[in-house]
């Protein structure tokens, strides 16, 4: 992990197309700004992670019912 120190208005360059802004400092929570061509995706933490148990629980429910399906198929031919 690369940690860095910014002050307001500074900035942080990720590749040649993502720019990280330090917008504005109040306490302890900090304001960022983010430049990002369109096709990049940006979450907050936990709206990321709330994607990828919601994608997680999408697989194990389609993968119950290939399998209830395929019994139901199985059964019927006999």
Wanted: glycine share 4%; aromatic share 6%; no cysteine.
């Amino acid at each position: 992990m690369l940690i860095l120190s910014r002050n307001k208005g500074q900035k942080i360059m990720l590749n040649d197309n993502i720019i990280l802004s330090v917008i504005e400092i109040n306490g302890d929570q900090v304001r960022i700004g983010i430049e990002a061509p369109p096709n990049v995706t940006i979450y907050r933490e936990e709206i990321y992670e709330a994607i990828q148990r919601q994608n997680k629980y999408a697989v194990e429910f389609t993968e119950d019912i290939h399998n209830i399906l395929q019994r139901a198929t199985t059964q019927k031919k006999k």
